[in-house]
């Protein structure tokens, strides 16, 4: 037998059947619900008279409009409240497993599932969110669906899907201190583009992937839809079967025995075939700052804004144009002179402990830049956020002058009041920097939390090993 | 779904790569439980001067008059001229429902991102993969021509242009029959109930934990 990739073994896994032309049936084993895509996929099945085929499978919870003020019990916004109470609504007549406003294991879906162990190696997960990437840091094959795959899950339990390319990202060596997983992946993306991955799965590898904690591994596998990939992914090891034993989901006793052989499995061949393979040096990625409105506008905190004049590509040349007009920065400019009005830690990408503790370690006993006009860490999950109190976290965070919020998506998208005003420069731990993204006119630099809590300090952008 | 054939339309050129679903459809006008309503706010940040919210009265706003959409020789264009990974970011349909709406039925770009690509085919809207080349003489074309036109035909696979020239492309067999007669996909799946079912009864066996 030929030698498989992880992605060929989650595939062959679950294809319930295959056309001649490659067409293929996919079965969803996870599907994870939020408020914003998945209205109209309910409103669709009622009005085909069609029933969920597992409602088992399906994991829902609100998260991207929900306020994020401390202890709030209500929406202001009619209109965001009518969504949340609409997959309320649909959460109960269809008896889903649910996490709803007030119940502590509510936050960002693609924190709550892998927290909750709804997430397990070698299964697929979907979720109508581009973000499902996350969940393939456990091996497992996951990605971002519309809302009329959502229905199509809903009412079938599988997709119509083509198998993708398969592109291994191997990142060798280990990552000097004060550079972290979303330094990697930042430079990966800077590296092949955000639209390297069109068409691929990606797996992450090499020793510095596997030195990252399952924290650091989600955050990868985060940005591979940044990067283009509809999934990414990271093989199974001790550390994921650490991370995910003894959660509520997962299975236990003789069942755990069982699932863990099956797991052990979960990895590329020695000699597997990939249709591409990218190699990074880990020592040689510095903390990374985006200065543009694209994830690969990407440079070193050590180096400068590009010059537009020094690309020959005229549509590039063009974006970068744009993009320094949109962003209001000057070519040339050293990244550490840009100044910030707000900093955001949290989201899907860096709103774990992991992440918090990482800022945290940075801020401890020091103040937020009195230019700030507002420093924001908004938990992934309202464990998280336990966790976090537990810890002391929280007063080191309120302390230097932090907002401490309820868990939500919240200035990641802006899709509740946590948002930024035209022309204001923010430092955030999230994924897209895109144009208006954080609000309109709102201008986004995408940072590690490490960097985002000393920018925090400066007031504007540091390098944190030397901070 | 609407059935996609054939399409004569006139085009508006985005000349800008790595244009986002965000975007196409801003973040606020997702707060709606409904499929439509969007067509309004396709590209609203940058279409209008003003900040764009749900249910605002339009006609009250302040139109960029420098976006493409609001010239006045693109109104009433049926297809979008666009660059590379068209489409990239959220994977939220509503971009595909917002263009729809607003009345184009076909994007022709030299690349697209994946969620985007998939979510046009349930819509009956047309994702055109054309080479970059072709893009950028269609592109120069554009702005020497006004009322530019394309025929595109589904069926044949081609591009016809104003001068005569014609522009093969390809498309998965699969996705371009379920285009040409507007079906409903889960329609499709459900042919294949047994099957499902075969396989589940299969997978329980070997992953029980897959399925509590
Ligand atoms: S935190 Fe941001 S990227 Fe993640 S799911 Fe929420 S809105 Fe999407």
Same mark, same amino acid.
């Given at each position: 037998?030929?030698?498989?990739?992880?992605?060929?073994?989650?595939?062959?896994?679950?294809?319930?059947?295959?056309?001649?032309?490659?067409? #293929?049936?996919?079965?969803?084993?996870?599907?994870?619900?939020?408020?914003?895509?998945?209205?109209?996929?309910?409103?669709?099945?009622? %009005?085909?008279?069609?029933?969920?085929?597992?409602?088992?499978?399906?994991?829902?919870?609100?998260?991207?409009?929900?306020?994020?003020?401390?202890?709030?019990?209500?929406?202001?916004?009619?209109?965001?409240?009518?969504?949340?109470?609409?997959?309320?609504?649909?959460?109960?007549?269809?008896?889903?497993?649910?996490?709803?406003?007030?119940?502590?294991?509510?936050?960002?879906?693609?924190?709550?599932?892998?927290?909750?162990?709804?997430?397990?190696?070698?299964?697929?997960?979907?979720?109508?969110?581009?973000?499902?990437?996350?969940?393939?840091?456990?091996?497992?094959?996951?990605?971002?669906?519309?809302?009329?795959?959502?229905?199509?899950?809903?009412?079938?339990?599988?997709?119509?899907?083509?198998?993708?390319?398969?592109?291994?990202?191997?990142?060798?060596?280990?990552?000097?201190?004060?550079?972290?997983?979303?330094?990697?992946?930042?430079?990966?993306?800077?590296?092949?583009?955000?639209?390297?991955?069109?068409?691929?799965?990606?797996?992450?590898?090499?020793?510095?992937?596997?030195?990252?904690?399952?924290?650091?591994?989600?955050?990868?596998?985060?940005?591979?839809?940044?990067?283009?990939?509809?999934?990414?992914?990271?093989?199974?090891?001790?550390?994921?079967?650490?991370?995910?034993?003894?959660?509520?989901?997962?299975?236990?006793?003789?069942?755990?025995?069982?699932?863990?052989?099956?797991?052990?499995?979960?990895?590329?061949? %020695?000699?597997?075939?990939?249709?591409?393979?990218?190699?990074?040096?880990?020592?040689?990625?510095?903390?990374?700052?985006?200065?543009?409105?694209?994830?690969?506008?990407?440079?070193?905190?050590?180096?400068?804004?590009?010059?537009?004049?020094?690309?020959?590509?005229?549509?590039?040349?063009?974006?970068?144009?744009?993009?320094?007009?949109?962003?209001?920065?000057?070519?040339?400019?050293?990244?550490?002179?840009?100044?910030?009005?707000?900093?955001?830690?949290?989201?899907?990408?860096?709103?774990?402990?992991?992440?918090?503790?990482?800022?945290?370690?940075?801020?401890?006993?020091?103040?937020?830049?009195?230019?700030?006009?507002?420093?924001?860490?908004?938990?992934?999950?309202?464990?998280?956020?336990?966790? #976090?109190?537990?810890?002391?976290?929280?007063?080191?965070?309120?302390? #230097?002058?932090?907002?401490?919020?309820?868990?939500?998506?919240?200035?990641?998208?802006?899709?509740?009041?946590?948002?930024? %005003?035209?022309?204001?420069?923010?430092?955030?731990?999230?994924?897209?920097?895109?144009?208006?993204?954080?609000?309109?006119?709102?201008?986004?630099?995408?940072?590690?939390?490490?960097?985002?809590?000393?920018?925090?300090?400066?007031?504007?952008?540091?390098?944190?090993?030397?901070? | 779904?609407?059935?996609?054939?054939?399409?004569?339309?006139?085009?508006?050129?985005?000349?800008?790569?790595?244009?986002?679903?965000?975007?196409?459809?801003?973040?606020?006008?997702?707060?709606?439980?409904?499929?439509?309503?969007?067509?309004?706010?396709?590209?609203?940040?940058?279409?209008?001067?003003?900040?764009?919210?749900?249910?605002?009265?339009?006609?009250?706003?302040?139109?960029?008059?420098?976006?493409?959409?609001?010239?006045?020789?693109?109104?009433?264009?049926?297809?979008?001229?666009?660059?590379?990974?068209?489409?990239?970011?959220?994977?939220?349909?509503?971009?595909?429902?917002?263009?729809?709406?607003?009345?184009?039925?076909?994007?022709?770009?030299?690349?697209?991102?994946?969620?985007?690509?998939?979510?046009?085919?349930?819509?009956?809207?047309?994702?055109?993969?054309?080479?970059?080349?072709?893009?950028?003489?269609?592109?120069?074309?554009?702005?020497?021509?006004?009322?530019?036109?394309?025929?595109?035909?589904?069926?044949?696979?081609?591009?016809?242009?104003?001068?005569?020239?014609?522009?093969?492309?390809?498309?998965?067999?699969?996705?371009?029959?379920?285009?040409?007669?507007?079906?409903?996909?889960?329609?499709?799946?459900?042919?294949?109930?047994?099957?499902?079912?075969?396989?589940?009864?299969?997978?329980?066996?070997?992953?029980?934990?897959?399925?509590?």
């Amino acid at each position: 037998m030929a030698d498989k990739t992880l992605y060929d073994k989650l595939w062959a896994a679950h294809v319930v059947r295959t056309d001649p032309d490659g067409t #293929a049936l996919l079965y969803i084993d996870r599907h994870l619900v939020h408020e914003v895509t998945s209205p109209q996929a309910f409103e669709g099945l009622q %009005l085909a008279e069609r029933q969920p085929w597992r409602p088992e499978s399906m994991v829902a919870m609100p998260d991207h409009n929900t306020p994020t003020d401390p202890g709030f019990t209500t929406i202001d916004d009619p209109i965001s409240r009518l969504q949340v109470e609409t997959l309320d609504h649909n959460a109960r007549a269809h008896e889903l497993s649910y996490f709803p406003i007030g119940d502590i294991r509510r936050g960002i879906v693609h924190v709550v599932g892998p927290e909750q162990g709804a997430t397990l190696p070698g299964m697929t997960v979907v979720c109508g969110d581009s973000h499902t990437s996350t969940h393939g840091a456990f091996g497992a094959l996951a990605f971002g669906i519309g809302t009329s795959e959502v229905e199509h899950v809903m009412a079938t339990q599988c997709l119509i899907q083509k198998k993708s390319k398969a592109m291994l990202v191997r990142v060798d060596g280990q990552i000097r201190p004060g550079v972290t997983a979303k330094d990697i992946v930042l430079a990966i993306i800077g590296q092949i583009g955000t639209a390297g991955g069109t068409g691929y799965a990606i797996e992450f590898g090499g020793d510095a992937i596997r030195a990252l904690s399952m924290e650091g591994r989600m955050t990868v596998c985060n940005m591979a839809i940044e990067a283009g990939a509809r999934a990414g992914m990271v093989a199974v090891d001790e550390v994921t079967l650490a991370y995910v034993k003894d959660r509520p989901f997962a299975p236990q006793g003789k069942e755990w025995e069982q699932a863990l052989q099956s797991w052990r499995d979960l990895h590329s061949d %020695l000699h597997a075939q990939f249709d591409r393979v990218v190699t990074l040096d880990a020592a040689q990625i510095q903390p990374q700052v985006t200065w543009g409105t694209s994830p690969e506008m990407v440079v070193a905190v050590s180096d400068r804004i590009p010059d537009p004049a020094q690309e020959t590509d005229p549509t590039k040349r063009a974006g970068i144009e744009r993009a320094l007009d949109y962003m209001g920065l000057r070519p040339n400019m050293p990244i550490t002179e840009i100044q910030l009005d707000r900093v955001f830690i949290g989201s899907c990408t860096n709103g774990r402990i992991d992440d918090l503790r990482a800022a945290a370690a940075v801020i401890k006993g020091r103040k937020v830049a009195p230019s700030l006009k507002q420093a924001l860490v908004v938990p992934g999950s309202g464990l998280v956020k336990q966790q #976090a109190e537990a810890e002391g976290l929280d007063r080191i965070f309120t302390d #230097a002058g932090f907002e401490w919020r309820e868990p939500g998506c919240s200035m990641c998208l802006a899709m509740n009041a946590d948002r930024l %005003l035209p022309g204001e420069h923010c430092a955030a731990t999230s994924n897209r920097n895109f144009e208006g993204r954080q609000g309109q006119g709102g201008r986004t630099h995408l940072v590690s939390p490490a960097m985002a809590a000393a920018a925090a300090l400066a007031g504007h952008f540091v390098d944190v090993r030397t901070f | 779904m609407q059935a996609f054939t054939r399409l004569d339309g006139l085009v508006v050129p985005m000349d800008r790569a790595n244009v986002d679903t965000d975007a196409i459809i801003p973040k606020q006008f997702l707060k709606s439980i409904k499929r439509t309503g969007f067509g309004p706010h396709l590209f609203d940040e940058w279409r209008y001067l003003d900040r764009g919210e749900p249910g605002m009265d339009n006609s009250q706003r302040s139109p960029n008059p420098e976006f493409c959409l609001n010239l006045p020789r693109y109104q009433g264009a049926s297809i979008l001229l666009a660059r590379e990974n068209f489409g990239c970011g959220s994977s939220r349909e509503h971009a595909v429902w917002a263009l729809d709406e607003y009345g184009i039925r076909c994007v022709i770009a030299p690349s697209f991102a994946d969620i985007f690509f998939t979510n046009c085919f349930k819509s009956g809207l047309l994702p055109l993969q054309l080479p970059a080349e072709t893009v950028d003489s269609l592109f120069r074309e554009i702005t020497t021509r006004p009322g530019y036109r394309l025929t595109v035909d589904l069926l044949a696979q081609s591009v016809l242009t104003p001068k005569g020239a014609v522009f093969g492309f390809q498309i998965d067999p699969f996705r371009k029959e379920c285009l040409i007669n507007g079906w409903d996909d889960i329609e499709l799946t459900l042919r294949h109930a047994e099957d499902i079912r075969a396989y589940e009864a299969r997978r329980r066996q070997q992953a029980p934990w897959l399925f509590q």
